[in-house]
T-cell receptor, first 113, second 114 residues
Framework: TAGITQAPTSQILAAGRSMTLRCTQD?????MYWYRQDLGLGLRLIHY???????GKGEVPDGYSVSRANTDDFPLTLASAVPSQTSVYFC????????????FGDGTRLSIL | GENVEQHPSTLSVQEGDSAVIKCTYS??????FPWYKQELGKRPQLIID?????GEKKDQRIAVTLNKTAKHFSLHITETQPEDSAVYFC?????????????FGIGTKLQVIP
């Protein structure tokens, strides 16, 4: 099925370790986003990319980095994980950076111990 | 910045009854308002959206209304069914600094009782 693929689906990670969450879309969407979802806080934007080669910071970018080498892939890296980064991470995409519907992946459940 | 408030946080209705979820936003520059449904352990899925130049939009049993003056918008689900049980998120969106800034509400857990 076309759409957004995230990997892994879940992961347990020791504090201090690094981790890259993968996100791939096959819709040729220009814009991509990473959100974290925490109980009582809803979805919060970590980083975004309007088009291949560009990235920007969202609402909660500290401790995370992203890259956008091509249209399809938008990996999120935690350089040195901390317990407060325990969350469910969703990748999303939209056809353009203007106000458009965003389509979400299935999420990655990450636990930092 | 934008602040989106959503209520109620939980809502239980009998099957066949209507459900209404309300959201308010603070930034008058917001011009796009999507609603997402998220089933347990699944991805958020867009169910309906409305732009600021429209006051109401309907899709089968789902409708959304927008009052720009009061800065509030609502989701209406009629003839509810058990499969409507999920968490619903409202959001307010605008272009900000070259990207689409979307602010989500904290969600409403809807339970439809058979």
């Amino acid at each position: 099925t076309a759409g957004i693929t995230q990997a892994p689906t879940s992961q347990i990670l020791a504090a201090g370790r690094s981790m890259t969450l993968r996100c791939t879309q096959d819709m040729r969407h220009n814009a991509m986003y990473w959100y974290r979802q925490d109980l009582g806080l809803g979805l919060r934007l970590i980083h975004y990319s309007n088009t291949a080669g560009t990235t920007g910071k969202g609402e909660v970018p500290d401790g995370y980095s992203v890259s956008r080498a091509n249209t399809d892939d938008f990996p999120l890296t935690l350089a040195s994980a901390v317990p407060s980064q325990t969350s469910v991470y969703f990748c999303a995409s939209s056809d353009s950076p203007t106000v458009q519907p965003q389509h979400f992946g299935d999420g990655t459940r990450l636990s930092i111990l | 910045g934008e602040n989106v408030e959503q209520h109620p946080s939980t809502l239980s209705v009998q099957e066949g009854d209507s459900a209404v979820i309300k959201c308010t936003y603070s930034d008058s520059a917001s011009n796009y308002f999507p609603w997402y449904k998220q089933e347990l352990g699944k991805r958020p899925q867009l169910i309906i959206d409305i732009r600021s130049n429209v006051g109401e939009k309907k899709d089968q049993r789902i409708a959304v209304t927008l009052n720009k003056t009061a800065k509030h918008f609502s989701l209406h689900i009629t003839e509810t069914q058990p499969e409507d049980s999920a968490v619903y998120f409202c959001a307010a969106s605008k272009n900000s600094g070259g990207y689409q800034k979307v602010t989500f509400g904290i969600g409403t857990k809807l339970q439809v009782i058979p």
